[in-house]
């Protein structure tokens, strides 16, 4: 089993800079990727962004894009995503998502297996 927990979310305002971190913790060695999704509101969870061990390789949704950042947290053996420029409608609860499967790029919520409880993130106009 793999246990994720995510942190960093708060208020900020639009234009303004956060960063998420999750931590994993349990049965890592069998990670092969880590990604992160958001839900906003009476809307389905989306894809956010991605990224694969094997060869560092990042995926970004359209709206991620030039804005948002995944990297990986060796110190927590996961993944951050540096958020700039947020806008609100960035505002969601962000999930960070892991998985071992060893095929796919990740940008879909059907390739995880693990899941954090989430973060709030709130960008004011």
């Known amino acids: 089993q793999v246990q994720l927990v995510e942190s960093g979310g708060g208020l900020v305002q639009a234009g303004g800079s956060l960063r998420l971190s999750c931590a994993a913790s349990?049965?890592?060695?069998?990670?092969?990727?880590m990604g992160w999704f958001r839900q906003a509101p009476g809307k389905e969870r989306e894809f956010v962004a991605a990224m694969r061990w094997s060869g560092d390789s990042t995926y970004y949704a359209d709206s991620a894009k030039g804005r948002f950042t995944i990297s990986r947290d060796t110190a927590k053996n996961g993944v951050a995503l540096q958020m700039d420029s947020l806008k609100p409608e960035d505002t969601a609860v962000y999930y960070c998502?892991?998985?071992?499967?060893?095929?796919?790029?990740?940008?879909?919520?059907?390739?995880?297996?693990?899941w954090g409880q989430g973060t709030q993130v709130t960008v004011s106009s």
């Open positions: 998502a892991a998985t071992r499967s060893r095929t796919g790029r990740g940008t879909n919520s059907w390739e995880y297996e693990y």
């Open positions: 349990g049965v890592i060695f069998s990670i092969t990727g």
